[in-house]
């Protein structure tokens, strides 16, 4: 029986009119669990896809032994069982579907009561996973609810799902497979601190069930068990060690410049929102619920023009109904207090009156967000708060999305369409499509999810620089307590729809 698992060979990957890979090769031996690391656009989760059977080769070879290994010794007589059905696939983005099945879900989704019926429970979407396997079945539903920390969300509807619970979830239904092979894409993005602390032991229970696991991650967030690191530059695995011989360190960039600061005044003075606000949010006794299910508690929050607030608590806390309220999304918000840029809810003023004073970007836009239109088309829908640009665009706003772009370190990628370039380089057009307009407050939700080291250290300081340049007011969620600019002075603290200390 063959050692390897797996083995790509002289493997050439073309893409539109260049090549992400040429003369690839990468095989992993059985007993081994690999970290895929590198910057944005190396190559990891390319080579993820080519590994779940994604791309198709323009050359070289891909050979699957466990799928060979497997067939003969089980003498499996389905013919339709493939290398597919032996992996487990865990991507940067969900694609869940409507009860129906006629349609994808949509943004606003999860806040209208009537429409996020038409989707899954926890339970059911679990359910309907079966593995093609007839050897003994270690992850059981019950098993896997338990060890992803999911049983007290069996009823809960796929679309209300915070963003961490539906990484869960992903990573629950593809352990449901019982694969051979488990592929991690950036698994941690969007995990609060506790489960990311527990994350260790779960690959370690993966593992320890007979599952070889390969996956995409920081340099500062490689588990224990994790046996091997490949480093990628520019589509080239360009070193592959033992992980007790790799140091982390050597990938923490430090001393870079950081962004123009001439060159952001010059984008702010393009268009000053110069209206003073004495309350940008005011709630008072804010409560949000779904059926019996309580989701915000008495909610107090008072939020001046020039704040910058951290907005921070564990998956499922309430913060994203939090934001909702303010960005215009739920319309739960008419039945309550609240005030937006001096104005009651429920007085007259419209949705797009809201939106157009906000700057906002979450995981949950860039999931349903469209992918067909180019980069700077996207980024200039920002003027108009629309999903995508669906009028003829306009010279001055395309160069100004491109100074954007170059602000963010993306202006190469202006051309081509969103759906073609990293995950981590879609996130930074989102990010250009809600600056664009120069907005009186930014929301900004795990804005450097995906990014790496450089990318996050990068934005940080972008968001330091402009806030020390004008009085815009913020907004900023995140997991990770580094990367919390040095602006933000005020935090709120959410736990079970509470705000605690």
Not at 391 to 419: F, G, T, V
Not at 476 to 481: D, G, I, R
Request: hydrophobic share 40%; charged share 20%.
């Amino acid at each position: 029986m063959n050692t390897s698992l797996f083995s790509i060979k002289d493997a050439d990957l073309k893409f539109s009119s260049h090549y992400l890979f040429k003369g690839l090769c990468f095989e992993v031996n059985k007993g081994e669990n690999w970290a895929l690391i590198g910057e944005s656009g190396s190559g990891k989760s390319a080579l993820l896809q080519i590994i779940a059977g994604k791309f198709h080769l323009s050359a070289g070879t891909i050979r699957y032994y466990f799928h060979e290994d497997f067939l003969q010794k089980h003498h499996a007589d389905d013919v339709h069982l493939t290398f597919h059905h032996l992996i487990g696939w865990v991507e940067s983005r969900h694609h869940f579907r409507t009860l129906s099945n006629t349609s994808d879900f949509y943004y606003q989704q999860r806040y209208n009561s009537s429409d996020s019926e038409d989707a899954l429970t926890v339970e059911e979407y679990l359910q309907l996973i079966k593995p093609f396997s007839d050897t003994p079945i270690y992850w059981t539903l019950e098993e896997t609810l338990q060890k992803l920390h999911l049983d007290g969300l069996r009823t809960k509807q796929l679309i209300k799902l915070s963003n961490g619970e539906t990484k869960r979830l992903m990573i629950a239904a593809a352990l449901l497979k019982n694969p051979v092979l488990l592929l991690l894409d950036n698994p941690l993005a969007g995990l609060d601190v506790q489960t990311r602390a527990a994350f260790n032991a779960i690959i370690s229970d993966i593992i320890s069930s007979g599952i070889t696991v390969i996956m995409a991650t920081s340099p500062l967030e490689i588990p224990d068990t994790i046996t091997n690191v490949a480093v990628l530059q520019n589509g080239t695995i360009v070193k592959q060690l033992p992980v007790k011989q790799f140091d982390p360190e050597e990938f923490i960039k430090t001393g870079k410049k950081g962004p123009d600061k001439n060159e952001l005044i010059a984008l702010f003075n393009t268009k000053i929102n110069c209206t003073p606000y004495k309350w940008v949010v005011k709630m008072d006794k804010v409560n949000i619920t779904y059926g019996d299910k309580t989701i915000l508690k008495n909610i107090d929050w008072q939020i001046k023009q020039g704040d910058r607030w951290a907005l921070l608590g564990p998956n499922g806390a309430g913060k994203s109904t939090l934001l909702s309220l303010i960005n215009g999304d739920n319309p739960q918000a008419y039945a309550n207090n609240i005030i937006l840029f001096d104005r009651k809810r429920g007085t007259g003023e419209s949705i797009w009156d809201i939106k157009s004073k906000i700057g906002f970007i979450s995981p949950e836009l860039y999931q349903y967000f469209p992918t067909d239109n180019s980069c700077l088309q996207v980024i200039e829908s920002g003027f108009y708060d629309t999903m995508g640009l669906f009028r003829p665009s306009n010279p001055k706003k395309m160069e100004l999305a491109l100074r954007w772009m170059k602000a963010l370190e993306i202006d190469h990628y202006a051309r081509q369409l969103l759906k073609n370039i990293p995950a981590s380089a879609q996130r930074l057009c989102l990010l250009a499509r809600a600056l664009i307009k120069n907005p009186a407050l930014l929301i900004f939700d795990e804005p450097c999810q995906g990014m790496d080291l450089h990318q996050q250290q990068h934005f940080k300081m972008l968001v330091d620089t402009i806030c020390s340049l004008n009085n815009v007011t913020l907004i900023y969620v995140t997991h990770y307590q580094h990367e919390i600019p040095e602006s933000v002075n005020k935090v709120l603290k959410l736990d079970n729809g509470n705000v605690v200390d």
